[in-house]
Structures are given as C-alpha cells and as structure tokens.
C-alpha cells in the first residue's frame, strides 16, 4: 500500500524534524511541509512504530484492512511494541 508506506515515511521525516531542530514544532512542520497541522499532530507517533510492523508494512504483508483510513481513525497509537502488534492485526 504506497499510501501508507508514504504516511510511515513522512511520519519518521517530521520525527527528524524535530529532533534535529530543524523545526520546534508541529506547526513549524506543518507549515514547511505544507500539510494539515492536526495531521502532522495526528500522526506523528506512527514514527514509533515497531520495526517488525514497519517491515511487515514495507513487504506488503500487512492485513488488507490496515489502511491510512484505519490510521486514521485510531484514538492513539499504544506505546507498547506488543499492543501494537495487537492493535493493529500483525503477528509479532
């Protein structure tokens, strides 16, 4: 799914961002990357993503349903590596 492999990458992008200083804030990247500030605030803890997920994801061999639009609608993305795994239907 090149969309969410796109949303993953974009999401790490903002991390390092962030933790380089080359932007202070959700609003700074979003207003230098000219996208939504609540996506970029939505989103950005998909750059914590397990690696195993992330490789999962990269190899195509995630559950049909993990869509951007399930990202979406998630409330938060758990801390945890393990209910992530859960959380999101892939094995660890």
């Given at each position: 799914?090149e ?5 993953i ?5 903002w991390?390092?961002?962030?933790s ?6 959700v ?5 230098q ?7 970029v ?15 999962t994801?990269?190899?195509?061999n ?16 758990p801390?945890?590596?393990e209910?992530?795994h ?7």
């Amino acid at each position: 799914d090149e969309k969410l492999i796109k949303l993953i990458a974009d999401t790490r992008h903002w991390f390092e961002l962030l933790s380089s200083g080359k932007a202070n804030s959700v609003r700074d990247i979003a207003s230098q990357i000219k996208v939504d500030e609540n996506d970029v605030s939505r989103f950005l803890s998909l750059a914590f993503l397990a690696p195993h997920i992330v490789e999962t994801i990269l190899a195509g061999n995630q559950p049909p349903e993990l869509t951007v639009e399930k990202l979406k609608r998630l409330k938060s993305l758990p801390v945890s590596w393990e209910e992530q795994h859960q959380r999101l239907g892939i094995a660890p």
